[in-house]
């Protein structure tokens, strides 16, 4: 085949918890992903020239080198040049559904479309962690991209340790449609408001880490328990970035007015999201937030859990 459609699924974090400082300059940290139906699709084509190309009709979506799915086709050309020889270059269409610069791992999602679209034209077979090992030089997020689910992620976030999948819980998402969060900023304020709680030894970093494993929350994602998962997720990044932006504050106000399960800032933000018990919740909420909150430019979504990372859409 010349031509495959994937479907990269956005991801929300239920738990973020910043343990310290890296000596690669990132920080160590403890996550738990999800995986949501809310999804980008992808059509990645052999072009028969020798050039990467990028298409998307989203106009804050870059469609040179800076997009991280073309640096992800630039290195697949790096990493396997024989079959780069043979099956040449590739054109890449995004269909942007994700918001862009929202704390959803929209762009990681769509370089990880991009490896396991190439790694299917080109017939290399690899495994999802040799997949997974190609992804974490990309960015923090595209390892678990690639596999979906429910996960946690530490280290970086690139270590993968998969947990049974969730039911189908509902959610309701919220995100000013121009207000964005740089990551680099949101982990770099918190390091200078909080890098004296870092521990300095990595013993102890590891016992933070492993921590999670045995926490109230996994516990709650083994019994399948949605209330109990709406009241413990966490966010460090909350720290910094509500006291920044208080749009984003006043939206997590707000929901938690609506009696979700729970409500929290995804990622380094500025999207923010709250679990419902039943669709019919969910888009009871989403009306009711539109109404606490009459602003043109909030964009709001009802999307479920979803088992699984990039797919071949059907
Ligand atoms: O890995 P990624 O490019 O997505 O990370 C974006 C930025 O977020 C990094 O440049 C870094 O400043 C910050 N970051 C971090 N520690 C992590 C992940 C990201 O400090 N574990």
């Given at each position: 085949m010349r031509s495959y459609s994937l479907i990269a699924p956005a991801?929300?974090?239920?738990?973020?918890?910043?343990?310290?400082?890296?000596?690669d300059g990132y920080h160590e940290l403890a996550m738990v992903m999800q995986s949501i139906s809310l999804s980008d699709r992808l059509e990645v084509r052999a072009n028969g020239t020798e050039r990467t190309q990028i298409h998307c009709q989203h106009e804050l979506v870059p469609q040179d080198s800076t997009n991280l799915a073309y640096r992800a086709a630039e290195l697949m050309k790096t990493e396997f040049p024989e079959a780069f020889h043979r099956y040449g270059g590739v054109?890449?269409?995004?269909?942007?559904?994700?918001?862009?610069?929202?704390?959803?791992?929209?762009?990681?999602?769509?370089?990880?479309?991009?490896?396991?679209?190439?790694?299917?034209?080109?017939?290399l077979g690899l495994t999802q962690s040799e997949?997974?090992?190609?992804?974490?030089?990309?960015?923090?997020?595209?390892?678990?991209?690639?596999?979906?689910?429910?996960?946690?992620?530490?280290?970086?976030?690139?270590?993968?340790?998969?947990?049974?999948?969730l039911e189908r819980i509902h959610l309701v998402l919220a995100k000013y449609r121009n207000l964005s969060v740089s990551t680099a900023w949101a982990y770099q304020t918190y390091r200078q408001q909080f890098s004296h709680t870092y521990p300095s030894d990595t013993n102890t970093l590891e016992q933070r880490a492993n921590r999670v494993h045995s926490g109230a929350l996994i516990q709650a994602i083994a019994h399948q328990d949605a209330a109990k998962i709406g009241q413990l997720m966490h966010n460090?990044?909350?720290?910094?970035?509500?006291?920044?932006?208080?749009?984003?504050?006043?939206?997590?106000?707000?929901?938690?007015?609506c009696n979700p399960l729970g409500t929290m800032m995804?990622?380094?933000?500025?999207?923010?999201?709250?679990?419902?018990?039943?669709?019919?919740?969910?888009?009871?909420?989403?009306?009711?937030?539109?109404?606490?909150?009459?602003?043109?430019?909030l964009d709001t979504w009802i999307a479920q859990f979803c088992p699984q990372g990039i797919h071949i859409a059907q």
């Open positions: 991801k929300i974090n239920l738990h973020l918890e910043i343990l310290g400082d890296r000596a054109e890449i269409s995004i269909d942007k559904q994700i918001p862009v610069a929202a704390g959803l791992a929209g762009g990681s999602g769509n370089a990880a479309a991009v490896l396991v679209g190439i790694d299917l034209l080109w017939k997949l997974q090992e190609l992804g974490a030089k990309l960015g923090s997020d595209v390892p678990f991209s690639i596999c979906g689910g429910t996960a946690i992620a530490t280290g970086r976030g690139e270590n993968i340790s998969p947990l049974p999948d460090d990044l909350e720290k910094v970035v509500l006291p920044a932006h208080s749009l984003v504050d006043e939206l997590k106000t707000a929901f938690a007015k995804s990622g380094s933000g500025p999207t923010v999201f709250a679990l419902a018990e039943s669709k019919s919740q969910a888009e009871a909420i989403q009306k009711q937030i539109k109404e606490l909150l009459p602003h043109p430019e």
